[in-house]
């Protein structure tokens, strides 16, 4: 069994920053692409950043310059730092990784359950 979890979310005045962390947990031979999503109310979930086994990043273009993802493959842990935090950047964040349980079966697609971002103005 494989388990995201995330942490760090909450409430925080615009301004302000916050770091998620999302750590997979169990059977783990490797882990390849990990990426963050949020959710706002009444909208599609986005695609918010993400970051290749190697480390290389990609980021949506509304939060360019003021968030930044990374990873810890040795922890199996991805964190989002996110600064400059605006009102349009609550919503629920999510977390996803391709993850390979063991050497002779394919990457799989993993979900975190959530942590909740408010932005204050």
């Known amino acids: 069994q494989v388990q995201l979890v995330e942490s760090g979310g909450g409430l925080v005045q615009a301004g302000g920053s916050m770091r998620l962390s999302c750590a997979a947990s169990g059977t783990i031979f490797s882990i390849g692409e990990m990426t963050w999503h949020r959710q706002a109310p009444g909208k599609q979930r986005e695609l918010v950043a993400s970051i290749t086994s190697g480390g290389s990043t990609n980021y949506v273009d509304s939060v360019k310059g003021r968030f930044t993802i990374s990873r810890d493959n040795a922890k199996n842990t991805m964190y989002l730092q996110m600064n400059s935090l605006k009102p349009e950047d609550t919503a629920v964040y999510y977390c996803?990784?391709?993850?390979?349980?063991?050497?002779?079966?394919?990457?799989?697609?993993?979900w975190g359950q959530g942590t909740q971002v408010t932005v204050s103005s």
């Open positions: 996803n990784a391709d993850i390979k349980t063991m050497r002779w079966i394919g990457y799989l697609d993993y």
